[in-house]
């Protein structure tokens, strides 16, 4: 096979963006590698197929479980990571929220010329095709954000709840204020989940200078005299190669990015050494400074309530689907999750430490285990947690999982969030405004009340929220822990970038899809070598 001038590793958020992005130069050749496969199913498509996309391992889902986690009484954590083209946009909750400025001035107070918010807003404004007329906003993108679909009473009801609380109400999270309970934005397209694949990808799909190859599974890059001159890859059960004239581009994610750097020989000598790979070039922060949102759920039965279980139960799940299906009408066009909110949990921060999103239904171990229930829940989740966590290599075989040690909770101030995640929960559902629809409360349970039972109960019950960054992060020429350079280039080699949710030096304070997609479309202008954002493609 002749070489590429660009192979991008991995088809997901970031990948599908820029091989759509670089493919735009007829005079260049572009590889886009992926693992899974072409993820064109009503499964995927269909918005309310997110709960059955998250919970199962398979085609779509990559499954991953977490090592025992010490402060979570040694519970392996269920990681489910996207596989196929789109990657985890192609089976996430559809929530795009961008960060609060804060998160992106941190990143350029950290030295990363480039990454403030005033930089990086650009490439927001780039990539969507947003329904709000806003100067904050890009209309003509091609991530179509909708509003959502949903008639019932309960996503006003809690935004009225969250006011009685006393906290701000919001119009737009994406907008000139963060904090606050409203209505998110949605990456749904008339009824369709809107994946980078879908918005990216398949529209430029016939172009001849772009090959795209699914099913394949990459085994590591080649590296020949400080340089990335291959990319080898499994497909067919045999061990194929693309060959690199100029930059092989990993997009893979913050588990798999390093876990493929790691099996190149690419991290820490000592830790490859024990594994039996033999160090290519040292690089000691790969896999490290894992940062991911840990999340409670807390559920209350209700009254008067249309919930997806009673909207799915029986033969009404097949008709949802077969509505959707032949007409595109139904809740099938939903998911069940539109209201939310951004808040402090204490007087003093400069900017939200907790999120909220508010579920129409009774939620349990990632929907794995269904609660036969009409119920709604609440999952609060710490933004900015101080634990890190990091990933690392289980063996020399490519098709073994990473080692994932996220390290909740290491923090005491972690814990002291996650506790207060409990009463602001209590507080805002026992409001007023969800009086009429509010039952008895499902979990954590009425006789969870002191700190120390609260805590007992979150160490029992905190999952992910599926926000893993930061394991090849961004950083200067004095951090030595520092993988990629502003410009996203691997330290010490020529010809390999990573651009992914890995790259993060710090997790941002939102869903991170869209900040995903943003580093993306600027990676495509650094890789180009244009300082400002490009306009968009015909």
């Not at 941190?106 to 990363?112: K, M, Y």
């Not at 990086?120 to 947003?130: S, T």
């Not at 490859?272 to 070039?281: D, F, K, N, T, Y």
């Amino acid at each position: 096979m002749a070489g590429f001038d660009y192979v991008i590793i991995g088809g997901g958020s970031a990948g599908c963006t820029l091989a759509a992005r670089l493919s735009e130069d007829p005079a260049v050749t572009v590889c886009l590698l992926e693992a899974g496969g072409a993820n064109k199913e009503m499964l995927v498509r269909m918005p309310a197929g997110v709960g059955s996309l998250i919970k199962a391992k398979g085609k779509h889902n990559w499954g991953f479980w977490t090592q025992p986690e010490p402060h979570l009484n040694n519970r392996r954590l269920w990681w489910p990571r996207g596989r196929g083209l789109g990657g985890s946009s192609s089976i996430n909750g559809m929530v795009y929220t961008r960060g609060h400025p804060q998160d992106f001035d941190e990143w350029r107070q950290l030295g990363l010329t480039g990454w403030s918010w005033e930089d990086v807003l650009p490439y927001f404004r780039k990539l969507e095709g947003h329904h709000r007329v806003h100067e904050l906003h890009g209309s003509e993108g091609p991530l179509t954000i909708s509003g959502g679909e949903s008639d019932s009473p309960f996503h006003d009801a809690l935004i009225e709840a969250g006011r009685q609380a006393g906290y701000p109400v919001t119009e737009n999270f994406n907008g000139a204020e963060q904090e606050g309970f409203g209505r998110y934005d949605l990456t749904i397209s008339n009824g369709q989940r809107w994946s980078t694949a879908a918005a990216y990808l398949r529209p430029v799909a016939t172009r001849t200078n772009l090959t795209v190859i699914t099913d394949a599974r990459t085994a590591g890059v080649v590296v020949a005299g400080g340089r990335v001159v291959a990319v080898n890859y499994i497909k067919d059960n045999q061990f194929q190669r693309a060959e690199v004239d100029g930059e092989a581009i990993l997009c893979a994610g913050a588990v798999q990015s390093p876990h493929i750097l790691q099996l190149s020989g690419i991290g820490n000598g000592a830790a490859l050494r024990e594994v039996g790979v033999r160090p290519v070039h040292d690089l000691p922060g790969v896999g490290e400074n894992l940062q991911d949102h840990l999340d409670i759920i807390m559920s209350w039965y209700s009254r008067g309530l249309k919930t997806a279980f009673s909207s799915t139960k029986g033969l009404r799940q097949l008709r949802v689907g077969l509505e959707y299906l032949t007409r595109g009408t139904g809740l099938g066009r939903q998911q069940f999750l539109e209201s939310g909110a951004f808040i402090c949990s204490r007087e003093g921060l400069s900017r939200p430490d907790v999120q909220i999103h508010g579920v129409l239904a009774i939620m349990k171990d990632h929907g794995k285990t269904r609660v036969k229930a009409d119920g709604f829940s609440l999952h609060l989740c710490q933004l900015r947690p101080e634990s890190r966590g990091r990933i690392g290599l289980a063996s020399t075989d490519p098709t073994a999982d990473p080692l994932i040690f996220a390290n909740y909770l290491a923090s005491e101030v972690d814990r002291r969030v996650m506790r207060d995640c409990v009463h602001i929960g209590r507080e805002v559902a026992y409001q007023a405004a969800l009086d009429p629809y509010r039952g008895e409360e499902y979990a954590p349970g009425r006789a969870v009340q002191s700190d120390a039972e609260i805590d007992a109960w979150v160490r029992a019950n905190a999952e992910t929220i599926y926000h893993p960054v930061g394991t090849c992060k961004m950083g200067t020429d004095g951090d030595k822990m520092a993988v990629v350079d502003e410009q996203l280039r691997v330290r010490g080699l020529t010809g390999l970038r990573v651009v992914d949710a890995s790259v993060m030096p710090t997790l941002v304070g939102s869903n991170t899809n869209a900040p995903t997609i943003m580093i993306a479309e600027k990676a495509a202008d650094l890789i180009r070598g244009v300082e400002k954002p490009t306009a968009l493609a015909a």
